[in-house]
């Protein structure tokens, strides 16, 4: 069992930049994968990244790349995601997502997590 709690988010001008933290409770938090989506109002869930276990895999959603970075820390169950060069669009609220990771899987869509955050909410003005 995995408990997740974000924080991070608040409002913020275009330009600006953000880092959300997802924390983890278990003592297993290290074998885990973990991903970050995101959603606006009237709209699916978006895959936003994701990271696996050894820390070094990482994969990123189109709206994501070249803005946003992924990293973990293992010795303090947490998740972290830095967005930079934020834009209105990227208004929704945040998730972040676990999944134990024992191989091949698809980072990228949400039904392949198994818990969830409450989620914390990132407003972009312009």
């Known amino acids: 069992q995995v408990h997740l709690v974000e924080s991070g988010g608040g409002l913020v001008q275009a330009g600006a930049s953000l880092r959300l933290s997802c924390a983890a409770s278990?003592?297993?938090?290290?074998?885990?994968?973990l991903g970050w989506f995101r959603q606006a109002p009237g709209k699916e869930r978006e895959f936003v990244a994701a990271?696996?276990?050894?820390?070094?895999?990482?994969y990123y959603g189109d709206s994501a790349k070249g803005r946003f970075t992924i990293s973990r820390d293992n010795a303090v169950n947490t998740v972290y995601l830095q967005m930079n060069s934020l834009e209105p669009e990227d208004t929704a609220v945040y998730y972040c997502?676990?999944?134990?990771?024992?191989?091949?899987?698809?980072?990228?869509?949400?039904?392949?997590?198994?818990?969830w955050g409450q989620g914390t909410q990132v407003t972009v003005s312009s």
């Open positions: 997502a676990a999944v134990e990771d024992i191989g091949f899987n698809n980072w990228r869509s949400h039904y392949v997590y198994d818990y």
């Open positions: 278990g003592r297993t938090f290290s074998s885990y994968g």
């Open positions: 990271i696996r276990r050894n820390e070094v895999d990482t």
